[in-house]
């Protein structure tokens, strides 16, 4: 019997099939499929005055918001240090530093007291994030940028299909970013897609992601290429391929019922473990969220006893994540006392969660976060004798 895995994608006969035929067209690069996921994503996410484009990860996405916000060499970019690798990455790579806030101790979400203390001359950007199944203060952020007239690059990737007072996430920010990797809420294999201001960024984006090719996408969306183009600035290999697209696709057609099966699962994880005082459950509009991942908080001394217990009892466990300034490359930053994004860095555990989640997989996962806090699951040699004690103390 294996593990529940934290992560599981969902990928059935729809996603298989529109592969196969997106290989069998004969146009493997950014062609017809993506033209139609960006048309999909657009309409889904109900931009309007937005524009959306796509590119092949999130953290391509992420490094052309901060090259659209105007972020270069000797800027700062403050951001939390709770945060994923790839937002530290994104503002390296462009020159740029990053400057470490805090976050708030509910949603583990940036705190703007923290980062209005960091802010200085030099700093030109926030790029703050969603985590897990908390949507940051987003009116907040707005009026912090404005007051310090900052560019706002929001990184979605954790929230995509949320909505926030009824506009879906993604359709309001000033740069956006969403990713659509392996294990996320709806998964292109690997993609990523930036939502920009106007027309004059999404056009930046379409060089930019190609080379800095000047040929309209249009050519390439009848899976075409044009053989003359301009080339007037920089320009990464940053566009996506038909494949992914396709996969998109079909994703897109069974959004709810991946946001349903998530919300069901962490709705059951909720009401079973309410009782345990020894852990912080995390508060989730189940309304209104789509759940990428259920982090939950446990004493940090019983963290890697608890994750071991778990896997014995059949659970596979995360953590999200390390907070950044522990990172050796991030070690110089520039940062404020981050108490909170220590103290949350080792108390959170991830549980499983993902769109194929069997009712006997809730349970078992619940019944082992159960049983260890009872004190009845014990460290045990075998996953067999750990699953007995569960039994025996049911
Ligand atoms: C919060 C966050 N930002 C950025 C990324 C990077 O996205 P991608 O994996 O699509 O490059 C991830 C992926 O794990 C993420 O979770």
């Not at 006969?13 to 960006?38: F, H, N, P, R, T």
């Not at 993609?191 to 106007?198: C, L, R, T, W, Y």
């Not at 899976?223 to 920089?234: C, I, L, M, Q, S």
């Amino acid at each position: 019997m294996t593990n529940v895995p934290v992560f599981k994608p969902l990928i059935e006969a729809d996603e298989i099939g529109a592969a196969v035929k997106s290989l069998e067209m004969g146009w493997l690069g950014m062609g017809s499929y993506v033209d139609q996921l960006e048309r999909a994503l657009t309409d889904h996410l109900g931009l309007k005055d937005k524009r959306l484009a796509l590119v092949n990860t999130g953290h391509s996405a992420l490094h052309l918001a901060l090259v659209l916000a105007g972020v270069g060499p000797g800027d700062e970019v403050i951001t939390p240090s709770f945060n994923c690798v790839s937002d530290f990455q994104a503002i390296l790579q462009v020159g740029a530093e990053p400057v470490l806030c805090d976050i708030l101790d509910d949603s583990l979400t940036i705190d703007l007291q923290s980062a209005k203390m960091l802010v200085g001359k030099r700093t030109k950007a926030v790029l703050f994030i969603d985590y897990a199944s908390s949507l940051a203060d987003y009116e907040a952020v707005e009026i912090f940028a404005a007051e310090h007239g900052l560019r706002v690059v929001h990184d979605a990737a954790h929230s995509f299909n949320s909505t926030h007072h009824g506009r879906m996430v993604g359709s309001f920010s000033d740069l956006c970013m969403m990713s659509f990797d392996p294990v996320k809420t709806l998964t292109c294999l690997d993609a990523g897609a930036i939502i920009v201001n106007n027309d004059e960024e999404l056009g930046q984006v379409h060089q930019m992601r190609i080379l800095g090719m000047g040929q309209p996408p249009a050519v390439m969306y009848q899976n075409k290429r044009a053989w003359t183009f301009h080339v007037d600035g920089e320009g990464y290999r940053y566009h996506l391929l038909n494949l992914h697209a396709a996969i998109g696709l079909q994703q897109l057609k069974k959004i709810e019922h991946i946001a349903e099966t998530r919300r069901a699962a962490c709705g059951y994880y909720i009401d079973r473990l309410a009782g345990i005082s020894d852990i912080r459950l995390p508060e989730i509009d189940l309304k209104t969220i789509t759940p990428f991942i259920f982090v939950m908080r446990v004493p940090a001394e019983l963290r890697n006893d608890f994750r071991t217990a778990m896997g014995t009892a059949g659970v596979d466990t995360g953590v999200h994540w390390q907070p950044g300034h522990h990172f050796k490359i991030l070690e110089d930053c520039r940062r404020g006392d981050i108490p909170v994004s220590d103290l949350a860095g080792n108390e959170i555990v991830t549980l499983p969660l993902h769109s194929q989640m069997a009712t006997e997989d809730m349970k078992t996962v619940a019944d082992a976060v159960i049983a260890y806090f009872k004190g009845d699951l014990k460290h045990t040699a075998t996953k067999e004798s750990a699953l007995e004690q569960i039994a025996a103390a049911e």
